[in-house]
């Protein structure tokens, strides 16, 4: 095996645990405050927000270095429309955050004994949560692209601290992730969506991934690298 191959399975298995432990977070979290909050529902969400925002930066932190820290195919979008990254790059990734994504729903049921994977029967549709996932995802790939120019080394803070915000002024509560979206539908708790769903949820965060890159590469284009 060549080198170039080692490094790229080491990127996957980055992305892989990445996206796991993130989609472990969403959704044993989840679990935990419907079972503590008291049907606050208020509560329940803030508890959420913060695990996922405070992993987020832990996880960005720990990966960006190895695989870019990507765990989100509308990121990895926007980074081959640039041409940061390969179609082989592209493919492999979103494989890996697929795989990671199940897992961790997997890890999270496991740890709170329930049904290992089971179909969500919670409907979320409608042209306000699109709108929503469409916004949510313009804003996070704005970020990314933006301080990726500007200020690399604050990108795993701003990034958990969006998502955080973004949970409360959306009314999707901002899943902003393809492979989110998917790892949800295998959830019958709170974070759950239908599948019948997911594909209106993910073509609305694809779009808003595309936006962002025309959107911010434009805006970007006369400001220097830091």
């Known amino acids: 095996m060549q080198a170039s191959d080692y490094n790229l399975t080491r990127k996957l298995v980055a992305e892989m645990i990445g996206t796991g432990f993130l989609l472990a977070s969403i ?10 909050a008291g049907g606050n529902q208020a509560l329940a969400l803030l ?3 913060l695990s996922t ?3 987020l930066i832990v996880l960005i932190l720990m990966f960006m270095p190895i695989s870019g820290a990507h765990f989100n195919p509308a990121v ?3 980074f081959l429309i640039r041409g940061s990254i390969s179609k082989l790059h592209f493919v492999t990734y979103i494989c890996a955050q697929l795989a990671g994504g199940l897992l961790g729903v997997i890890s999270a049921h496991a740890m709170f004994a329930v049904p290992v994977l089971s179909e969500s029967t919670i409907m979320r549709t ?8 469409i916004i949510a995802t313009f804003g996070l790939v704005g970020v990314i692209l933006t301080l990726l120019k500007a200020r690399p080394s604050s990108i795993p803070y701003a990034v958990g601290l969006y998502i955080a915000a973004a949970y409360w002024f959306t009314a999707s ?3 902003a992730n393809p492979v989110v979206t998917i790892s949800r539908a295998f959830t019958n708790t709170t974070t759950g969506i239908q599948l019948i769903n997911v594909f209106a949820f993910v073509s609305a965060q694809l779009t808003g991934a595309v936006l962002a890159v ?3 590469g434009w805006l970007l284009s006369s400001v220097k690298a830091s």
């Open 27 to 36: 959704v044993g979290s989840g679990i935990m405050v419907e079972r503590t």
């Open 47 to 49: 508890g959420s927000t």
């Open 53 to 55: 925002g405070a992993l």
């Open 76 to 78: 990895s979008l926007a």
């Open 126 to 133: 409608g042209f306000p949560l699109w709108l929503s996932e």
């Open 173 to 175: 509560t901002a899943f």
């Open 214 to 216: 025309i959107c911010f």
